[in-house]
């Protein structure tokens, strides 16, 4: 049987359009984690909302939530699922245009250049690094690691390196805290408080995405700001060395 339109589908097209199982469906509709459909004759339809529905439980499962704690989020959530699932999808995005890398244990060694498991274990508690369940890993951002090698090359090691990366995160953290508290200052505690009424997730939703080049923006035009003047005093201090008469002299 076909849908009636691309916004009406059996519960077979449910099925394939969501890549589970029609037993999964009728399951979750039991659970009450799925609206039951739209009945006309003896056939059941079901629309857009209840594909963003079984989308947003497929995530919130792949993120390690039970069901039970699915159907709770959902009865609480308020607004559409497929409002609901744009927002989770846009807090999952990444801040910035990386992609992280996978790779084994041998090139993880060679990435970093060393093979020294505590600096590989220092790595990897500082977030540079993270094991996967299959044994590989991941590097967040790949663009720290060509960072590290640059700085290794320029004779800094490797443990002084993931020092500086260790003050840099501590910073970093703060940082993120502040946009974050903005976010939920200006934003999500006014949302939270109205109830989050269903006419409200767009503009909750272009907030978060405004905020996402905004902050990285700003961090990026501070910390520019910040090692002009940084440098600009240790040079004059410099210059002011060399202009003092020499002992030997």
């Known amino acids: 049987m076909t849908s009636v339109d691309d916004d009406e589908l059996t519960i077979d097209e449910l099925a394939r359009r969501t890549g589970m199982t029609v037993r999964n469906i009728r399951a979750h509709q039991s659970r009450g984690l799925l609206p039951p459909p739209e009945v006309r004759g003896r056939t059941g339809y079901y629309g857009p909302d209840h594909v963003a529905r079984l989308r947003l439980i497929q995530e919130l499962q792949a993120d390690g939530f039970n069901l039970d704690l699915i159907r709770r989020l959902l009865d609480t959530a308020g607004g559409s699922s497929s409002e609901v699932l744009r927002f989770k999808q846009a807090l999952a995005q990444p801040f ?108 909750v939703q272009e907030a978060l995405e405004r905020l996402h080049p905004l902050a990285a923006e700003s961090l990026v035009a501070v910390f520019g700001m910040a090692m002009k003047d940084a440098v600009d005093r240790e040079s004059a201090r410099a210059l002011e060395r060399m202009a003092q008469p020499s002992e030997a002299g």
Do not use: K, N
Request: hydrophobic share 45%; charged share 30%.
């Open 96 to 203: 910035g245009d990386e992609q992280p890398v996978t790779m084994g244990v041998a090139e993880l060694i060679a990435e970093w250049g060393t093979a020294d498991p505590e600096l590989l274990h220092r790595a990897l508690s500082l977030g540079l690094v993270r094991r996967l369940p299959d044994g590989r890993f991941r590097l967040p951002s790949p663009r720290l690691a060509r960072a590290g090698r640059e700085l290794l090359a320029l004779g800094v090691p490797l443990d002084r390196s993931l020092e500086i990366l260790a003050a840099v995160r501590e910073q970093a953290d703060r940082i993120a805290e502040i946009y974050v508290d903005v976010f939920l200052e200006t934003i999500w505690t006014p949302f939270e408080r109205a109830g989050r009424p269903s006419e409200g997730w767009p503009a």
